[in-house]
């Protein structure tokens, strides 16, 4: 069974920063974290230490912790690999999907529309998240599906994030018409276009400002 970065302190942590709830010029400490997480503190301090090995965060001598900041060229790059790897996953995984995939995948659609109508961003980001893992628990390649989880856990937003809420829910929708497609071609056994589509549509960069 896969067990996601979001059920270890170190997912809750990179979760709370997805969702802007620690802002990246924002100074965080042992204390805030186990005040917030409702933990002691030894799992903090080792999620703190696979955060910066990772590269999300970095120590401020005699200050805490903050959130790591890439420039655009270094996500991008992030974001290249991620797409191969994905549409990777995607191509290995269509012979094994069952018609329970499908619905559970179709569902996670359903539902982010929603989330989508009330501007609800955590939800939205785990549901696309759950959609995603549907077809990277089939791809049978165990190497392949820890290489993508520490991809996603090295960087902040490995989805469009903004504060212009109006304008980060437009695109939003347009991902969720990606989502459709994607289901499409899992449907059609498309293997070659599905990746294609995932690897320069779906992850395609459509807005720097962003990502």
């Not at 991620?82 to 012979?95: E, P, R, T, W």
């Amino acid at each position: 069974m896969h067990t996601s970065w979001m059920h270890t302190v170190s997912g809750e942590i990179l979760e709370k920063i997805r969702n802007d709830e620690i802002s990246p010029n924002e100074i965080i400490t042992e204390a805030m974290l186990c005040d917030m997480l409702k933990i002691s503190r030894t799992p903090v301090r080792e999620a703190l230490i696979e955060l910066i090995a990772k590269g999300v965060l970095e120590k401020v001598p005699r200050k805490g912790y903050r959130v790591k900041e890439l420039d655009t060229k270094s996500k991008l790059n992030v974001y290249t690999v991620l797409a191969s790897l994905d549409a990777l996953a995607a191509k290995c995984a269509i012979v094994n999907m069952t018609e329970e995939d499908f619905l559970k995948m179709e569902e996670a659609i359903d539902l982010i529309d929603i989330a989508i109508k009330y501007k609800n961003y955590p939800n939205y980001y785990s549901l696309q998240e759950q959609f995603h893992q549907v077809y990277i628990d089939n791809c049978d390649n165990p190497f392949l599906q820890k290489m993508l989880q520490e991809i996603k856990t090295s960087i902040t937003h490995y989805t469009y994030y903004s504060k212009d809420i109006d304008k980060l829910f437009e695109l939003c929708k347009e991902v969720n018409e990606e989502h459709r497609h994607i289901l499409k071609l899992f449907r059609e056994g498309k293997a070659e276009e599905l990746a294609r589509f995932l690897s320069e549509t779906h992850w395609g960069t459509k807005d720097l400002e962003m990502i």
